[in-house]
């Protein structure tokens, strides 16, 4: 099909032939443009899941899957994660670059002066039944808190994007405690504008009315790693979905909620939930060894998948996983707790690492398998873990949903499929069929 990568390409069916330009990358694979396949050739491709289709070119984040690779605007998550705080790399995500004193300080500042919801929203919060998960409350607030910034929904205006982008970043916090307050049936805690991002956070998820906060640095400190950790990844199922919504125009907080609703499921953030609940049953169910959860995994008829491994892209160690593996047992000392889970994950994944399936597939632990020990040691409850994800990825979609404003090309994302349905046929009476 190709003659020279790189330079030209050309497709041919039957005897119609069609020059394709090849879109160059800066790192990484270069790209067919097949734009005009479908108005040239009658024709279009089929790649169901877009595994093997850019749907944009992008300068945000890079990921190479083979050699486990992870940059954001060109630095290594390595050294964001242990240089940066997330506020900081919130920024770089947003605006391209990392911000200078100046920036850094008025960029935190706006942060601060917008974290506190309208009242009327406290009673949207109560309305939930108190077993609501929190992932619900939180997309279901991430959208509602819209109606209070009908005045920036204009995708146009850079100004509206800014107010919505820091409107977001400062609530999420408020929003994501609030919703585990709700869980609790505990009082709402309000932000306090001398605490730092993430000691706010802490502050209005363990806090309560009656005595003053005291947040623990170590938590604080492991917290901020584990939001940068999550911060972006490229085109992943929930930024896809950001983008896809936000591709018709709908404002920034209805694209956002959406994203979160494409992040709960078990196979993309879910995914730090249900290996706690795994580890948790080989922990508590005699019958359910690490030798026996490896087994169900490899068994094609059983369902059961080891939650926490493999990766679309990584086909080597998720540079996140490799971070936190080492974070978590700093994490468990500092904290005090030895928890078993620990140590069973460190079994899972030594059999694992020695068994030829998980060898030849190329399965290694994602970014999910630590980061939910180590949001256990913590002190956040299971239910709460994709809602911290959530927290972290959030600079990330609003990245992209701007990135795919700024570029015409992109916008309305409209898939095409291979029609494989009847033909035609004629209407029949509801008393004939
Ligand atoms: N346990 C057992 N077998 C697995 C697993 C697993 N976790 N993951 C993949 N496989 C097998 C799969 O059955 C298939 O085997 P075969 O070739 O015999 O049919 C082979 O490996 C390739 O699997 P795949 O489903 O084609 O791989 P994929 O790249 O499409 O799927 C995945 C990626 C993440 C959905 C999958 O690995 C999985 O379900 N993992 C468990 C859930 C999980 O940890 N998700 C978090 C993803 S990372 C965080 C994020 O970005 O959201």
Not at 100 to 126: C, P
Not at 284 to 296: G, I, K, N, S, Y
Not at 332 to 359: C, H, K, T, W
């Amino acid at each position: 099909m190709t003659d020279d990568v790189g330079t030209s390409a050309s497709i041919s069916i039957g005897d119609r032939t069609l020059d394709l330009e090849v879109l160059s990358a800066s790192l990484g694979s270069d790209a067919l443009d097949i734009s005009k396949l479908r108005a040239s050739l009658n024709t279009v491709t089929y790649d169901p899941g877009f595994a093997n289709t850019a749907s944009t070119r992008s300068s945000i984040t890079y990921i190479d899957g083979g050699e486990g690779t992870l940059r954001h605007r060109g630095y290594a998550i390595d050294d964001l994660a242990e240089k940066c705080t997330f506020l900081e790399v919130a920024y770089l995500l947003l605006y391209g670059e990392l911000p200078n004193r100046e920036q850094l300080d008025e960029w935190t500042t706006s942060v601060r002066h917008h974290t506190l919801l309208s009242e009327e929203m406290k009673r949207f919060f109560d309305a939930f039944p108190r077993s609501a998960h929190p992932m619900a409350i939180l997309s279901s607030a991430t959208n509602a808190i819209s109606t209070f910034y009908e005045a920036y929904y204009d995708p146009k205006s850079s100004d509206a994007f800014h107010e919505s982008a820091v409107r977001l970043i400062a609530k999420m916090p408020t929003i994501a405690a609030w919703a585990y307050k709700k869980s609790i049936s505990q009082p709402y805690m309000y932000p306090r504008n001398d605490l730092t991002y993430i000691e706010n956070f802490l502050h209005m998820m363990f806090g309560m009315p009656v005595e003053e906060t005291k947040v623990d640095p170590v938590i604080a400190r492991a917290l901020n790693v584990l939001l940068i950790l999550h911060a972006d990844h490229g085109q992943n199922c929930s930024t896809a979905t950001v983008r896809f919504v936000g591709s018709s125009d709908a404002n920034l907080f209805a694209s956002v909620a959406a994203g979160m609703n494409a992040l709960w499921g078990p196979l993309h953030g879910g995914a730090n939930q249900a290996v706690v609940e795994m580890l948790s049953a080989i922990h508590d169910d005699p019958t359910m060894t690490v030798e026996r959860a490896v087994t169900r995994a490899k068994d094609g008829d059983d369902p059961f998948r080891l939650m926490g491994f493999g990766h679309r892209v990584y086909k080597n160690y998720d540079p996140r996983a490799r971070i936190l593996k080492k974070f978590a047992d700093d994490v468990l000392s500092r904290v005090g707790l030895d928890d078993p889970l620990l140590e069973i994950a460190n079994q899972l994944e030594m059999a694992a690492r020695e068994d030829d399936y998980f060898v030849s597939r190329n399965l290694y632990p994602n970014v999910d398998f630590y980061s939910g020990i180590i949001f256990r040691a913590l002190g956040f409850p299971t239910r709460m873990f994709t809602v911290l994800f959530a927290m972290g990825r959030l600079p990330g979609w609003i990245a992209n949903w701007k990135e795919m404003h700024d570029d015409p090309a992109t916008r309305i994302a409209r898939p095409r499929q291979v029609y494989e349905g009847t033909v035609m046929r004629d209407y029949v009476p509801i008393t004939e069929r």
